[in-house]
């Protein structure tokens, strides 16, 4: 498959490094040269200087025989124009990120009349991922599958839930809720685990579920489960926009405090119903006084990295809040886990894997595609999603007799709408779509879970 991408900031860099590993062509465009340098010096992709709405560079780049453009320059303008160019030399995908809220309301319209395959807001994505979070504050990390029905959530094992020492399966006899343990990270390894792994206070666990069942096994140990009631935002920019218009959907209180004092205005014409403070989020006294001692949750997304993670550390030691940063710069990211700060967001790995989701989708054979994608466990695994169209190996067949590959659990069947976490006796039908998780990479197909 030929790709190209326009841009390489840190998602493009972050899409070049992932799609490497999806067997494609790459060819990489961007204005900076410094960057072109540096990324093909690192990964195996063609690089290209120069603007990527120019029909010259395109065709240098392979337009009339590509199969998909990426445009995530840092102008949506640009982003839309590349691919409307795209498309009127060759017959490719296109797809394009588009942050600008202006646009949010039109996508449909973008995407029906310009002919864009795809439309992604990375703000509105990390936004939808934190009130996830906050709707549920006990879990580090959720991921949604089937639409909503089902969820793979993260958590620490806590002294509290007296889960130390036990193995997964005299835990689900205990607990009786109909779950799956699916990942589970220690200090010493990262595991896709069977019923005699032996779970100890501080690893960190992951569990699939529909998000009643997640709840029920979730009180049954002593984790709250009921969403906050106030957050405070630190940071008025697009996510913290988009978060509060989710927030206030689900009734829930929202303070934001933002410096700048003409943005404060206009979230205040955007968002009537939130409470908007002039001010400096990284002033503790600030803080203090709006009530963080007793907030539910504190939420950081100032554009500074090293802000967002030092107010929450603060948080951690004057209140017993949800805690959610975001970040932007990649390279530190197992020294951020190692803080134990709670949530933190990445909207560059977000936005990617919605993408790698649609490139792989086109990769399928017609018999299954890859509906929903995610990257887990520090990017060590994946969880996907097939919707199974036909007849296949694996179908029909119980899944105890099937020669799965290893580190590989089918973790959930929907069928229908309804949701079973499956045993050894189930089967996989045409119609239903599975959840897969497995640390083997690049999963196209539902025949791919067999061992050749």
Do not use: W
């Given at each position: 498959?030929?790709i190209?991408?326009?841009?390489?900031?840190?998602v493009g860099?972050?899409?070049?490094?992932?799609?490497?590993?999806?067997?494609?062509?790459l060819?990489l465009?961007?204005?900076?040269?410094?960057?072109?340098?540096?990324?093909?010096?690192?990964?195996?992709?063609?690089?290209i200087?120069?603007?990527?709405?120019?029909?010259?560079?395109?065709?240098?780049?392979?337009?009339?025989?590509?199969d998909?453009?990426i445009?995530?320059?840092?102008?949506?303008?640009?982003?839309?124009?590349?691919c409307?160019i795209?498309?009127?030399t060759?017959?490719?995908h296109?797809?394009?990120?588009?942050?600008?809220?202006?646009?949010?309301q039109?996508?449909?319209?973008?995407?029906e009349?310009?002919?864009?395959?795809?439309?992604?807001?990375?703000?509105?994505?990390a936004a939808?991922?934190i009130?996830?979070?906050?709707?549920?504050?006990s879990?580090?990390?959720i991921?949604?599958?089937?639409?909503?029905?089902?969820?793979l959530?993260?958590?620490k094992?806590?002294?509290?839930?007296?889960l130390?020492?036990?193995?997964?399966?005299?835990?689900?006899?205990?607990?009786?809720?109909?779950?799956?343990?699916c990942a589970a990270?220690?200090?010493d390894r990262?595991?896709?685990p069977?019923?005699?792994?032996?779970i100890?206070?501080?690893d960190?666990?992951?569990i699939?579920?529909?998000?009643?069942?997640?709840?029920?096994?979730?009180?049954?140990?002593?984790l709250?489960?009921?969403?906050?009631?106030n957050?405070?935002?630190v940071?008025?920019?697009?996510i913290?926009?988009y978060?509060?218009?989710?927030?206030?959907a689900?009734?829930?209180?929202v303070?934001?405090?933002?410096?700048?004092?003409m943005?404060?205005?206009?979230?205040s014409?955007?968002l009537p119903?939130?409470?908007?403070?002039n001010g400096?989020?990284?002033?503790?006294?600030?803080?203090?006084?709006?009530?963080l001692?007793q907030?539910?949750?504190l939420v950081t997304?100032?554009?500074?990295?090293?802000?967002?993670?030092?107010l929450a550390?603060?948080a951690?030691?004057?209140s017993n809040?949800?805690?959610?940063a975001?970040?932007?710069?990649?390279?530190?990211d197992?020294i951020?886990?190692?803080?134990?700060?709670?949530?933190v967001?990445?909207?560059?790995?977000i936005?990617?894997?919605?993408i790698?989701q649609?490139?792989?989708?086109?990769?399928?054979?017609?018999g299954s595609?890859?509906e929903?994608?995610?990257h887990?466990l520090?990017?060590?695994?994946?969880?996907?999603?097939?919707?199974?169209?036909e007849n296949?190996?694996?179908?029909?067949?119980?899944?105890?007799?099937?020669?799965?590959?290893?580190?590989?659990l089918?973790?959930?069947l929907?069928?229908?709408?309804?949701?079973?976490?499956?045993?050894?006796h189930?089967?996989?039908?045409?119609?239903?779509?599975?959840?897969?998780?497995?640390?083997n990479k690049g999963?196209?197909?539902?025949?791919?879970?067999?061992?050749?």
């Open positions: 498959m030929r190209i991408i326009v841009g390489c900031g840190k860099r972050t899409l070049a490094e992932q799609l490497q590993e999806e067997e494609t062509d060819t465009i961007d204005t900076n040269a410094d960057k072109i340098n540096q990324l093909t010096e690192n990964i195996d992709a063609m690089g200087v120069g603007n990527g709405a120019s029909i010259n560079i395109l065709i240098e780049a392979g337009i009339e025989t590509a998909i453009l445009a995530v320059t840092a102008s949506d303008e640009l982003n839309l124009l590349c409307l795209a498309q009127k060759s017959h490719c296109t797809i394009a990120r588009v942050r600008n809220p202006i646009y949010n039109e996508i449909g319209f973008i995407k009349r310009l002919g864009i395959s795809m439309i992604i807001n990375p703000e509105a994505a939808r991922e009130s996830r979070l906050l709707r549920f504050p879990a580090i990390t991921d949604s599958f089937a639409r909503g029905r089902v969820e959530l993260k958590f094992v806590m002294p509290e839930f007296g130390d020492g036990m193995s997964i399966f005299q835990i689900t006899e205990k607990f009786r809720c109909d779950i799956l343990f990270e220690s200090r990262v595991s896709i069977g019923g005699n792994y032996i100890h206070n501080g960190y666990v992951s699939i579920a529909s998000p009643q069942n997640a709840a029920l096994f979730f009180k049954k140990i002593g709250k489960t009921n969403q906050v009631k957050t405070i935002i940071g008025g920019g697009s913290s926009y978060l509060a218009r989710a927030l206030l689900m009734k829930i209180d303070r934001i405090i933002e410096k700048d004092r943005r404060c205005e206009t979230l014409d955007l119903d939130a409470t908007i403070i400096d989020g990284t002033d503790r006294r600030l803080l203090l006084e709006e009530g001692s907030a539910e949750s997304l100032t554009n500074l990295d090293e802000e967002n993670i030092f550390l603060f951690k030691t004057v809040a949800k805690l959610v975001k970040v932007n710069r990649l390279a530190f197992d951020i886990d190692s803080l134990d700060i709670g949530s967001i990445f909207p560059k790995y936005t990617a894997d919605y790698l649609y490139v792989r989708a086109m990769q399928n054979s017609i595609n890859v929903t994608l995610y887990i520090d990017n060590q695994a994946e969880a996907l999603e097939f919707a199974i169209h296949s190996p694996v179908v029909g067949i119980p899944l105890s007799e099937l020669n799965l590959k290893k580190n590989l089918v973790g959930c929907n069928r229908n709408g309804s949701i079973r976490i499956p045993r050894g189930d089967t996989i039908q045409v119609g239903d779509t599975v959840i897969i998780v497995t640390t999963l196209r197909d539902i025949r791919d879970i067999l061992e050749k």
